[in-house]
T-cell receptor
Framework: KNEVEQSPQNLTAQEGEFITINCSYSVGISALHWLQQHPGGGIVSLFMLSSGKKKHGRLIATINIQEKHSSLHITASHPRDSAVYICAARSGGGADGLTFGKGTHLIIQP | EPEVTQTPSHQVTQMGQEVILRCVPISNHLYFYWYRQILGQKVEFLVSFYNNEISEKSEIFDDQFSVERPDGSNFTLKIRSTKLEDSAMYFC?????????????FGPGTRLTVL
């Protein structure tokens, strides 16, 4: 069974700061997802990674398969980035459900 | 842009009652999932569904739970006799790729409150 750990659990930063959220998992995976959850509860998929690095706007996600570690970075953070960021791992093929981390609660202050 | 929809957004029920949560996945998607999130806790996998049968289920998905795709568009989660601890947000998700690493698209969730 995969264990997914995230750090930090809570992060408060000032607008414009560079943000890093870390995720580690215990067993090999086929893909790692980064998700965003807003206060209303809805979940939005940000990235799906199986290797290397992906970038979308101010968001960058990286994964190191050998070290079983992934990071989510936010450049030039903005108050609208405030949300819970969740990493989730999938162990097998397309049918396997995701194993979620507890999430990182990010607050960006103006 | 296509999206996963869920109804109702909030369901309140009495303990012991049956509830059916409904989801309409994105139309060309082939894999369907249910997840739940108890307030203040992490999201947990319940079940995945492909080709009209369950592909995988977690320990949480016991005999009180069932899933069905009654027609070409809806995907439902039934809880036969609700317990207080079933109170949670239930998310439906879908993905379109077969035997691949498809991105999962989540619905907005149904908040279930069991009294």
């Amino acid at each position: 069974k995969n264990e997914v750990e995230q750090s930090p659990q809570n992060l408060t930063a000032q607008e414009g700061e560079f943000i890093t959220i870390n995720c580690s998992y215990s067993v090999g995976i086929s893909a790692l997802h980064w998700l965003q959850q807003h206060p209303g509860g809805g979940i939005v998929s940000l990235f799906m990674l199986s290797s290397g690095k992906k970038k979308h706007g101010r968001l960058i996600a990286t994964i190191n398969i050998q070290e079983k570690h992934s990071s989510l970075h936010i450049t030039a953070s903005h108050p609208r980035d405030s949300a819970v960021y969740i990493c989730a791992a999938r162990s097998g093929g397309g049918a396997d459900g995701l194993t979620f981390g507890k999430g990182t609660h990010l607050i960006i202050q103006p | 842009e296509p999206e996963v929809t869920q109804t109702p957004s909030h369901q309140v029920t009495q303990m012991g009652q049956e509830v059916i949560l409904r989801c309409v996945p994105i139309s060309n998607h082939l894999y369907f999932y249910w997840y739940r999130q108890i307030l203040g806790q992490k999201v947990e996998f319940l079940v995945s569904f492909y080709n009209n049968e369950i592909s995988e289920k977690s320990e949480i998905f016991d005999d009180q739970f069932s899933v069905e795709r009654p027609d070409g568009s809806n995907f439902t989660l039934k809880i036969r006799s609700t317990k207080l601890e079933d109170s949670a947000m239930y998310f439906c998700a879908s993905t379109y790729r077969v035997r691949s690493r498809g991105e999962q698209f989540f619905g907005p969730g149904t908040r279930l409150t069991v009294l």
